[in-house]
């Protein structure tokens, strides 16, 4: 008999490797409106694993709200499906997409499941492990509590739902803007993690207050000039409330207050406990300013048909760069923040490849 290979560091590419794998079985589950956002944009929101987390405590939190009023598990069922694709306003065959879709679903988990075995055998990684067991309990839960159930649910056409199966999908505080940005600050703040790592080893004089404000101001507000530029072309200015171009204004300047404090070396020799204050003011006065400027931009464009295809092309595009800020910000994570010191990686291991 063989003996096995000796215990040995976790090296960034494998954790890597497994979390793009679980992430990518979740993401491709068509489990229709992810936190109340239509399903064309789900795999990409699929990517963060706050929004998998939100989206699971959703679905169970009305599982049990409807059983209750409605005195029925299976009518609550049946409420819960509808709403995830019966009245989904893009009409693309979701519903039966996700149906015929199942055995190769589930022949796709159980190739990650090797995957999963590895980092949950590995020591030392609890970051990889937490986002690992949202993927794999989002994708686990909406399976049980959703498709194996759906088998005997007949969902009416779109117009003929009653008005207990709406939900709110606009607005400050309706859950798909809570729940982009809880996941786009989430995954920021790892990029900044990994920033300040970057600095730190080459010697440059930026510390976590600039590189927050360069951070958000570079892929977090400019984004959001962009979207501005667009919708001022598809609408009449007129139209647009002066209110419209302060919260524009106040996440373009936010950000770029902070990273002007460069220039004052007193504060970047402030405490930890100081830095760490500041940047979350500024991040958190920056995601309620996003807030405010996407309920003003998606309320001047979201009635009737044409303006519907605009929003449509923006909810796409800025749904894309959600996607690629996540797989970004992983691979400067797990290169230049993660220590492979103090893990350890069991020598059987390698036989699961």
Same mark, same amino acid.
């Given at each position: 008999?063989?003996?096995?290979?000796?215990?040995?560091?976790?090296?960034? +590419?494998?954790?890597?490797?497994?979390?793009?794998?679980?992430?990518?079985?979740?993401?491709?589950?068509?489990? =229709?409106?992810?936190? /109340?956002?239509?399903?064309?944009?789900?795999?990409? *929101?699929?990517?963060?694993?706050?929004?998998?987390?939100? $989206?699971?405590?959703?679905?169970?939190? #009305?599982?049990?709200?409807?059983?209750?009023?409605?005195?029925?598990?299976?009518?609550?069922?049946?409420?819960?499906?509808?709403?995830?694709?019966?009245?989904? $306003?893009?009409?693309?065959?979701?519903?039966?997409?996700?149906?015929?879709?199942?055995?190769? #679903?589930?022949?796709?988990?159980?190739?990650?499941?090797?995957?999963?075995?590895?980092?949950?055998?590995?020591?030392?990684?609890?970051?990889?492990?937490?986002?690992?067991?949202?993927?794999?309990?989002?994708?686990?839960? %909406?399976?049980?509590?959703?498709?194996?159930?759906?088998?005997?649910?007949?969902?009416?056409?779109?117009?003929?739902?009653?008005?207990?199966?709406?939900?709110?999908?606009?607005?400050?505080?309706?859950?798909?803007?809570?729940?982009?940005?809880?996941?786009?600050?989430?995954?920021?703040?790892?990029?900044?993690?990994?920033?300040?790592?970057?600095?730190?080893?080459?010697?440059?004089?930026?510390?976590?207050?600039?590189?927050?404000?360069?951070?958000?101001?570079?892929?977090?507000?400019?984004?959001?000039?962009?979207?501005?530029?667009?919708?001022?072309? !598809?609408?009449?200015?007129?139209?647009?409330?002066?209110?419209? +171009?302060?919260?524009?204004?106040? !996440?373009?300047?936010?950000?770029?207050?902070?990273?002007?404090?460069?220039?004052?070396? /007193?504060?970047?020799?402030?405490?930890?406990?100081?830095?760490?204050?500041?940047?979350?003011?500024?991040? =958190?006065?920056?995601?309620?300013?996003?807030?405010?400027?996407?309920?003003?931009?998606?309320? +001047? %464009?979201?009635?009737?048909?044409?303006?519907?295809?605009?929003? #449509? #092309?923006?909810?796409?595009?800025?749904?894309?760069?959600? *996607?690629?800020?996540?797989?970004?910000?992983? !691979?400067?994570?797990?290169?230049?923040?993660? $220590?492979?010191? /103090?893990? !350890?990686?069991?020598?059987?291991?390698?036989?699961?490849?």
């Amino acid at each position: 008999m063989s003996a096995q290979p000796a215990p040995a560091p976790v090296l960034w +590419y494998s954790l890597f490797w497994g979390i793009l794998a679980i992430a990518v079985n979740s993401m491709s589950q068509p489990s =229709g409106r992810v936190c /109340e956002s239509p399903a064309v944009v789900g795999f990409m *929101l699929g990517s963060s694993p706050i929004i998998c987390t939100l $989206d699971v405590l959703i679905l169970v939190v #009305r599982m049990a709200y409807y059983s209750i009023s409605l005195k029925s598990a299976r009518k609550a069922i049946q409420v819960v499906v509808i709403q995830r694709f019966a009245l989904d $306003d893009e009409n693309s065959g979701t519903f039966s997409d996700f149906r015929k879709n199942a055995i190769f #679903r589930w022949f796709f988990f159980v190739l990650t499941v090797a995957q999963a075995i590895k980092i949950f055998a590995f020591e030392g990684i609890i970051w990889t492990k937490v986002w690992a067991s949202m993927y794999i309990g989002s994708f686990l839960i %909406i399976e049980m509590l959703v498709v194996i159930p759906s088998q005997w649910i007949d969902i009416p056409k779109k117009g003929s739902e009653s008005q207990l199966h709406r939900v709110k999908g606009s607005g400050v505080w309706s859950m798909p803007y809570i729940s982009v940005v809880m996941g786009t600050v989430f995954l920021l703040w790892f990029t900044i993690q990994a920033s300040t790592s970057i600095s730190n080893a080459h010697g440059l004089r930026m510390g976590a207050l600039q590189w927050t404000g360069l951070i958000i101001l570079l892929f977090g507000s400019l984004p959001f000039a962009l979207t501005s530029f667009y919708v001022f072309n !598809i609408t009449n200015k007129t139209e647009v409330h002066r209110s419209y +171009y302060w919260w524009l204004l106040s !996440i373009v300047v936010i950000p770029a207050s902070y990273l002007l404090s460069m220039l004052f070396g /007193e504060l970047t020799n402030l405490k930890d406990i100081y830095l760490t204050v500041f940047t979350s003011l500024m991040t =958190g006065a920056w995601a309620l300013c996003g807030l405010r400027w996407a309920s003003t931009t998606f309320d +001047y %464009i979201e009635s009737g048909e044409p303006q519907r295809m605009f929003l #449509r #092309r923006i909810e796409v595009a800025l749904s894309s760069y959600f *996607l690629f800020l996540h797989l970004a910000s992983a !691979i400067l994570y797990y290169i230049y923040t993660y $220590d492979p010191q /103090e893990t !350890i990686k069991p020598g059987w291991t390698e036989q699961l490849g």
